[in-house]
DNA sequence: ACGTGTCATGTTATAATATCACGTTCGGAC
DNA sequence: GTCCGAACGTGATATTATAACATGACACGT
């Protein structure tokens, strides 16, 4: 009954961050597929999606924590670990292993689901939404998720002959993002300029 | 001149741990590693090896610098970081990001290298040591490094279509070893008993 | 309206992991 | 011996994550 209005209200006023339209497209569709689930995606959750979603690199926790920081309101770490915790289980977001950091899911970004929800069955959700690999570029920072199944493939097979249950996997590969590479190398084969400046 | 003395006296006040022969061989092979790329295990980081290669799982840093408290002795952090660093550095052991925690690398288990240190130059080293497969099972915390390179070379040639320049990468897979698969699931299909016991 | 269960959140403290900064010692080249 | 750089000792601190317990908001049956 009032339920609706006091959702309302608290969105209204305790929204520190005015998220983009576009982000904001991207928060409704992940508020739609907690719906399916059967979770709800809280202000708490949709807001520490939506800085997620923003970021153009991986977040850490702590920033996070700072960035949802008010006058009003200094949450403590459980808060976001908490909200991290469910976003992950809930296949939003992904956390990054070497970086002890968090990106949003790429199936977030495109709107495959949005169009084709049957698309989540036809592949195995209970070890891809675990399951994601991912290119973490050294120099930028930045992080692309390989949608590619080979990966995923290959290491079923060799769990299969090693008798191995898997369960989940975390594929990170570090190096240079083709942008980067571009930079650090100007010319195909000349490091005769002055050491190439490399950033490292 | 009295250097052989002090080594032998320091090796027979300072070594906590007596490491069995069978380690004591896995460690000199790793110090024979070290000398042909002109670096220098010291006790030090040849205790920390030892108690790496001994442990039946992944190792923890301050676990590592719980064993080799004595009561002389109360080394920091630091001390056992710079170890596993070097050791990282010089492919002796690797990390496990989803444990935070280090396991010996499986060249050092087998005596591969010993007899033949071609082996070493005939795969691509500059990726090969800072890269490597993990099974990683929940229950009883036992860790395989997979050989196999079928993983690597489909993630190389992902690499290559996105132009992304592989230096390194984290392959962890989390799950069930056979034995601990087994015992979960006594018979195939038979949950009827009194919730199978499963631990968590 | 009242108790009651459940989920989400707030709050305080602390655990676990990792690094910085600076000074000292050790080992080997000369 | 003198010197230099690598290795180590030590104290403080940073960063990441969780434990433990209390409160608030709502659903539901009575
Ligand atoms: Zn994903
Ligand atoms: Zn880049
Ligand atoms: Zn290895
Ligand atoms: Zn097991």
Redesign the interface.
Known sequence: MDHDFCRAHCTARMTPTEFSPATRAQLDRADALCTEQGARLTQQRREILGLILDAKTPVGAYDLLEKIKTPDRRPAPPTVYRALDFLLEHGLIHRI??LSAFVPCTHLLHDAHAHNPDHCHNHDHETCLHTA?F?I??SCKSV?E?A?S??LT??RS??RE?????????????????TC?AKERPASNAPRKQATSSPS
């Not at 090693?162 to 570090?174: G, N, T």
């Open positions: 292993e070497r690999q290119l570029c050294k692309t390989i590619e080979s990966v290959t290491l060799i769990c090693q008798k191995f249950a898997m369960q989940s996997a975390s594929i990170e590969v570090i190096g240079l993002c083709a590479a």
